[in-house]
């Protein structure tokens, strides 16, 4: 079908046009200049007009950290591959990358080709994987080469999680040289596991057991020893470096003072990091905190993180916005860990709201249009080696496009999220915009409040390098 959206302002990550976007089959072919005979014409031949007068145009998002299915906790997080990417193409994200991983004692490979077939048939939108590493040796490291070499093109390591994910600090170290022969890119979860594990044991023995202690052991200045170690250990095995979900101030210095002294070390944050915060969130009453159980985990109002973020954000310290979705229900599976905060399956669902909470920071002042965009939909794209195919409306990129209206205000709620989740982490909150419609491939999955997509439509991207190293 050719496709032409005319009346709105195209947004990218370098500024605001206005442009009519041409779509033929699953590509963008032209953007055209509004009354141009080029868009008189277009618009004269398309099989559909989409007016998006009053709108802006952006890339579809990509967010590249989600868990659909995941085992954890005693438990699999609530998405699978069919509710969650359709609850994120509800909200306007048209590519994930999720995570294919390797626990200790398994096969690289098994483990990968196991979550590619999970995944087949599967999926509403586009996805890729990352490898997860959680047994670096021989065998797995030769691994890293060939899945390099079928798109497969980052790693993620965990400094957390002892017995079941965590590699130690010569494991890392192995695992970076060789991403720096194959041009890999090493993700990293920075919090000091051993630590956080006799602090998370003496609160419980003390009899300290309810939610808000999961944010009390997994101490800031964890998070920041990590991440100052992941650094260095990249430095040494010339390996580029990112941090996943940043939460802390201390953490971020570490990031900022890397970059500033030319270190590749790139970061990301999330959502509920930038909205959420102990006291109000982790620390209500009864068991409700455990719905704000997430790792690493919401930080105190009284000290300056989200500010710092939101800082770190604008100057480019951070790079990314993703979402870490990892939904778990309240009911048989949050409350598993009733009695005990270490036996909370550890996650937030948000695939389907990061571009109206991001959005919402452009209302605020914190960034700007084009900032959006390209925390959201380009330097995911870039960083993950799915550009110039995602993240950018552009002659011969996908025509993965969402129609965003600024004036529509609406209340997110349990009740309207699409995400197969008993409660909403943002419940109530009122968002100053909405997607309208996406096209994911050229294909309308989402438009007038009706969803026309279906599983099977997502197909695997395999990656390229990363496009944005310094």
């Not at 494991?171 to 602090?199: C, F, P, S, T, W």
């Not at 940043?246 to 900022?256: I, R």
């Not at 480019?316 to 598993?336: A, G, I, R, W, Y």
């Not at 004036?407 to 309208?436: C, F, Q, R």
Request: hydrophobic share 40%; charged share 20%; aromatic share 8%.
């Amino acid at each position: 079908m050719t496709i032409l959206i005319k009346g709105g302002t195209v947004i990218s990550s370098t500024g605001a046009d206005l442009a009519e976007v041409l779509v033929d089959g699953e590509t963008i072919v032209a953007l055209l200049s509004p009354g141009s005979d080029l868009a008189v014409s277009a618009e004269g031949g398309a099989e559909k007009v989409i007016d998006a007068t009053d709108r802006y145009v952006i890339p579809g998002g990509v967010d590249v950290h989600t868990h659909m299915s995941l085992e954890a906790g005693g438990s699999v997080s609530s998405d699978d591959f069919d509710t969650g990417t359709k609850a994120a193409a509800w909200g306007g994200t048209t590519t994930i990358v999720d995570f294919a991983a390797q626990t200790f004692g398994e096969n690289v490979r098994e483990c990968y080709d196991a979550r590619l077939a999970e995944a087949d048939g599967e999926c509403h939108i586009d996805y890729s994987f990352h490898m997860v590493l959680g047994d670096v040796n021989d065998a797995s490291l030769k691994e890293m080469d060939l899945l390099v070499n079928e798109g497969v093109t980052s790693f993620k390591l965990f400094m957390a999680y002892p017995g079941v994910l965590m590699s130690d600090d010569g494991q890392i170290l192995r695992a970076m040289q060789q991403a720096a022969g194959n041009g890999g890119l090493i993700m990293m979860h920075a919090e000091n596991g051993l630590a956080i594990d006799v602090l998370a044991e003496q609160a419980f023995e003390r009899g300290e057991t309810g939610p808000v202690n999961h944010g009390y052991v997994r101490r800031a200045e964890f998070e920041s020893e990590a991440t100052h170690r992941a650094i260095q250990l990249a430095k040494v095995g010339a390996a580029p470096l990112y941090i996943v979900h940043m939460s802390a101030s201390e953490a971020l210095e570490q990031v900022a003072i890397a970059r500033n002294n030319g270190a590749n070390v790139f970061a990301e944050t999330c959502p509920q990091y930038l909205y959420f915060n102990l006291e109000d969130h982790l620390d209500q009453e009864g068991f409700d905190g455990a719905k704000y159980v997430c790792s690493t985990p919401l930080r105190t109002k009284h000290e300056h993180h989200q500010d710092d973020l939101w800082t770190g954000l604008r100057t480019n310290d951070l790079s990314v916005v993703s979402t870490d979705h990892c939904p778990f229900c309240m009911k048989e599976q949050k409350d598993l860990g009733i009695n005990d905060f270490r036996s909370i399956p550890n996650g937030i669902g948000g695939v389907e709201h990061r571009m109206d909470m991001i959005y919402q920071g452009v209302t605020q002042g914190e960034i700007s249009l084009a900032r959006w965009v390209e925390l959201c939909s380009t330097t995911p794209a870039r960083m993950m080696g799915l550009y110039p195919k995602k993240g950018v409306l552009q002659p011969g990129s996908d025509a993965d496009i969402v129609v965003y209206n600024p004036n529509h205000s609406w209340t997110i709620s349990v009740d309207n999220h699409h995400m197969n989740l008993d409660y909403s982490a943002y419940e109530g909150i009122t968002v100053p915009g909405k997607v309208e419609t996406v096209l994911s491939r050229g294909k309308v999955i989402v438009e007038d409040e009706t969803y026309s997509g279906g599983k099977g439509h997502g197909q695997f991207v395999r990656r390229g390098l990363s496009s944005y190293l310094i």
